[in-house]
């Protein structure tokens, strides 16, 4: 109720927010994660943070993940507690630019980050689009992407983005790598 309210209330693109939040979703049910009750848990966080991540649109267009940060860390938001919204403002926070403003942040989850960021780089189009299967899975403290490599010759500035993601995620010492599959 709290979620949808704010939804309404800053005018968020609910069909491309269920578009990330639903491709976020399937890059986390490809992890491990070995508590059925923390999977079920960050599969709800995943998909607040997709309806929420643009909610600072409605105040600027520039920085408006800090925006979208501020106000679910900082509104009344019935049903969550103050540590649920310094999650869910981190994950916020995080989902787009430079991953150094949050390296040093102790309560990030760095799973559900990269599965927000991915879905969302992927969905930037903001409309319906055929993606390929993609696999992703933990490798080495961090987090490995498997595309197709003829879909990814399609999309030279998907690829752009992904190799311009994977090159912030090593600038916080956190391994990732886009690996490029046969079809």
């Known amino acids: 109720m709290t979620v949808e309210g704010f939804k309404r209330r800053y005018g968020v693109d609910t069909a491309q927010a269920d578009r990330i939040g639903e491709l976020a979703i399937s890059f986390y049910d490809q992890l491990d994660e070995p508590e059925e009750d923390r999977r079920e848990e960050n599969r709800m966080f ?13 105040i600027a267009h520039s920085a408006y993940h800090k925006h979208s940060s501020y106000i679910t860390s900082n509104a009344d938001m019935p049903g969550f507690s103050r540590t649920d919204q310094a999650r869910l403002a981190a994950l916020v926070l995080g989902h787009a630019g430079k991953l150094g403003k949050i390296a040093q942040a102790r309560d990030i989850d760095w799973t559900l980050l990269f599965c927000l960021r991915l879905a969302s780089l992927l969905q930037r189009r903001r409309v ?26 399609s999309n030279p500035l998907t ?12 600038r916080i ?11």
């Open 173 to 183: 010492g956190r391994p990732y790598r886009v690996v490029y599959t046969e079809d």
């Open 46 to 58: 995943l998909a607040w943070a997709a309806s929420l991540h643009e909610i600072g649109l409605s």
């Open 159 to 170: 690829d752009y983005s992904l190799v311009q993601e994977a090159m912030e995620w090593e």
């Open 128 to 153: 319906d689009v055929a993606l390929p299967g993609i696999e992703v899975r933990s490798a080495a403290g961090g987090f490995e992407v498997r595309l197709p490599n003829n879909w990814v010759a």
